[in-house]
């Protein structure tokens, strides 16, 4: 809830009730109903999409229902679905989403303000960052496998996009990250 909404609903609150508040009161009420929102991290669902094109494979990993629905359509694989965290620390890193399109559209994922950095000087545009992801294994965390090819990478999360990146010449480069996985309703 912004602070905008919470400031409007204590005004309509005193105007219901017919209460005067004075400034520290009605400051103290703002913050007292800003808490909450404050102290809790919230997380994004992300979705890990594959074009599986053995000489030019790619993965976008997307926040945007409407791009993901769109790339499906246009005959991308989703290769798996997990959350990112709006709240960085220990053993997490800042997911960027990076593009390149000179000579041929290329794609890129960075972690690190380094790797970043790195991408950067090499041509690549970040598109934005995604989210906060686990940097290193942990229970009931999935884990987004890194693949490359000839200076290319692309990340999957289905068994079946890691052997089809096996069978068409994609060199396994690591786990490169891990997602929390989204809770079932």
Known sequence: MSILKIKSLVLSLMSATKLTFGP???????????????????DTKVWVLLMQNPAAAQTIVSSNPTEKEGLIKA????SGTGLVSTEGGAGRGLLHRLLRTNPD???QLAMS??????HTAAGFV?????????????????????FSKGGRFIWVM???????ADQN??????QMFWLRPVAEK
Do not use: C, N
């Not at 010449?169 to 690591?174: N, V, Y």
């Open 24 to 42: 520290k009161l009605a400051l103290f009420l703002i913050g007292f109903l800003m808490l909450p929102t404050m102290a809790v991290a919230s």
């Open 75 to 78: 005959g991308w694989r989703l």
């Open 105 to 107: 559209v290329e794609r």
């Open 113 to 118: 303000p380094e790797e970043l950095a790195t």
């Open 126 to 146: 970040s598109e934005g960052a995604m989210g906060y992801v686990q940097l290193q294994a942990a229970p009931d965390l999935l884990p987004v496998h890194g």
């Open 158 to 164: 289905d068994h079946h996009d890691q052997y089809w």
């Open 169 to 174: 010449g994609w060199k396994r480069a690591g």
